[in-house]
Nanobody, 115 residues
Framework: QVQLVESGGGLVQPGGSLRLSCAASGSIFSMFTMGWYRQAPGSQREQVAIITSTGTTNYADSVRGRVTISRGSARNTVYLQMNSLKPEDTAVYYC?????????WGQGTQVTVSS
């Protein structure tokens, strides 16, 4: 079983920055992809950014250039640095880990961008 714990959400003014963290624990073997997804009220969950075990990254068009995903030295930690935040970035942000054993989700962390 794999557990994911997110942190770093909160309230920020437009134009501000936040850094989200996600730590994975449990039975993690071999190669896996980690990513961040978000879901705003009344909307479907969408991919924000992912990073593969080899370091390849992919970003949603809506955040490209404002967001950076990275892995910690321990490989089982992933970060999402978000800059120039906009009100439309307001959502619950979820960490996801995809491995041969399955897909795992964190509990989510709220990000609110408002003045």
């Amino acid at each position: 079983q794999v557990q994911l714990v997110e942190s770093g959400g909160g309230l920020v003014q437009p134009g501000g920055s936040l850094r989200l963290s996600c730590a994975a624990s449990g039975s993690i073997f071999s190669m896996f992809t980690m990513g961040w997804y978000r879901q705003a009220p009344g909307s479907q969950r969408e991919q924000v950014a992912i990073i593969t075990s080899t370091g390849t990254t992919n970003y949603a068009d809506s955040v490209r250039g404002r967001v950076t995903i990275s892995r910690g030295s321990a490989r089982n930690t992933v970060y999402l640095q978000m800059n120039s935040l906009k009100p439309e970035d307001t959502a619950v942000y979820y960490c996801r880990l995809t491995a041969a054993s399955g897909v795992y989700w964190g509990q989510g962390t709220q990000v609110t961008v408002s003045s």
